[in-house]
């Protein structure tokens, strides 16, 4: 069967760390890693790999160059766009978007320079972000005309909160990397020399978890929404767990615990 390390790509690059660490890395430098169509239909056949490819358990998403990390759709290809294709686009952009939110494993974004727009939108649906002291995040939709088109419009706010995402969708006032932590943007801010490999250590934190046990919290958390009644939350929750009980990792983690050892966890399985 053909991994998706073996695919090739025009403007992404995969590349795999050990212990099952995906980092994919947006590579269209020249238009700062802009989100044309094409690299939107890239990161689709990409992510869907990942989802799938049970070597991996933690996925890095970051551009290329210590300049952006996306510095939102591409606005060449858009501008001309019909109301229709319109449609087309803001689908194919939430449909990665989705993915990043949804595949059964966590996405950190690293974002090294420029998040605007589309760029902070795709940062938004990954599981949390660690920003580079260069990141500079931003909406700045509505000077063009537009509105975020690849869930700003509600991931934002789920982020920083109502008021604070109205300020900054309505302004398109761009935040830089220690305000966003300020606002609960990001999770951490890092030197910008050795940013990815620094990422790659906090992945490599997680990549020593049992995948089954992390990718069942992550779906919990993606589906508990506010609008979700308590009991609905809690029973999940204990079914959840109840499939966890029993499982080759929850015995080899507790196992360890108690033989004072680490644990060898098996790697992700459908619990
Ligand atoms: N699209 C296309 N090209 C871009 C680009 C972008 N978003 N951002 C930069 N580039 C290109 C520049 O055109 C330039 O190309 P050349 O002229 O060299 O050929 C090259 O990258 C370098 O950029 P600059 O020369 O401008 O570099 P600076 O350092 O001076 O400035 C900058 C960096 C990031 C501040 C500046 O490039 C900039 O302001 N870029 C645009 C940022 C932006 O406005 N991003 C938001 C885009 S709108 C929807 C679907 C999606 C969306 C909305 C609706 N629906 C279908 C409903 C999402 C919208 C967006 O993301």
Redesign the pocket.
Known sequence: MSSVFDKSFENLVLQLETPGIAVLILNRP???N???SATLRELRVALMGLAEDSTVRVVVFTGEGE??F?????????KD?SPGD?????QS?HEVAKLLETMPKPVIAAVNG?A????T?MALACDFIIASEKA?F????V??G?????G?CFRLARAVGLPRAKELIYSGRRVKADEAMAIGLVNHVLPAEGFLKAVIEHARTIAGQSASAVSKAKSLMVEFTEAMGLNTKIDAEAHAFGRLMGSFDQREGMGAFTEKRKPNFQGLTNV
């Open positions: 020249r238009a700062l802009a989100l044309n300049k952006a996306i510095a939102g759709a591409d606005i060449a290809e858009m766009l319109g449609v087309a686009f803001a952009g420029f605007l727009g589309g760029g939108e500079v931003g909406q700045p939709e000077g063009l537009i509105i975020p088109g690849f700003g």
